[in-house]
């Protein structure tokens, strides 16, 4: 399985599934990252954490916990 942590700086990767349970999955859906999204890894952070990406037209910064939930393809 491939999540969104996996994606290198200047790839884009379309959303399978948002994984995890409750407020988490809830609250990274309410930012828009729900099932087909395309979404662009725009930097990462220099130790990794936050990451930058842009989806839907806006800019997201995501936790690493936060993009280990996001299954891509």
Do not use: C, W
Not at 22 to 41: A, L
Not at 47 to 58: K, Q
């Amino acid at each position: 399985m491939k999540t969104l942590r996996d994606v290198r700086i200047g790839e884009s990767a379309r959303v399978v599934k948002v994984h995890g349970q409750g407020n988490i999955r809830r609250r990274v859906m309410d930012m828009g990252i729900t099932k087909n999204v395309e979404i662009f890894v725009r930097k990462v952070a220099p130790l990794g954490d936050p990451i930058e990406v842009n989806l839907r037209g806006y800019e997201l910064s995501l936790r690493k916990d936060d993009a280990e939930i996001i299954e891509v393809s």
